[in-house]
Nanobody, 122 residues
């Protein structure tokens, strides 16, 4: 069993930055791809970014390319999402997930965290 815990969310003004972290409090991320998704009120969960186990492959949604960066530290069993130049439309609950490939398809992910709220004010 894998338990993922997100942290780092909060309230920030437009143009600001936040860094989200996702740690495995139980189980391991060894060998697994990791992804970040988000869900705004009244909307479906959408893909944000993903990274392979080695970190050599990353994948981003068009809406965050050039602003967000996904990375991981396998020695710490942790994945990060650096979010810069935040916009009000980035407001959502952000979830990390462990999957089989660094895909944008939610069906590739098996274990999910509980989410962390990110609110961007205009």
């Amino acid at each position: 069993q894998v338990r993922l815990v997100e942290s780092g969310g909060g309230l920030v003004q437009a143009g600001g930055s936040l860094r989200l972290s996702c740690a495995a409090s139980a189980g391991t991320l060894r060998g697994a791809a990791m992804g970040w998704f988000r869900q705004a009120p009244g909307k479906e969960r959408e893909f944000v970014a993903a990274i392979s186990w080695s970190g050599s492959t990353t994948n981003y949604a068009d809406s965050v390319k050039g602003r967000f960066t996904i990375s991981r530290d396998n020695t710490k069993n942790t994945v990060y999402l650096q979010m810069n130049t935040l916009k009000p439309e980035d407001t959502a609950v952000y979830y990390c997930a462990r999957g089989t490939s660094p895909s944008g398809d939610v069906r590739s992910y098996i274990y999910w965290g509980q989410g962390t709220q990110v609110t961007v004010s205009s």
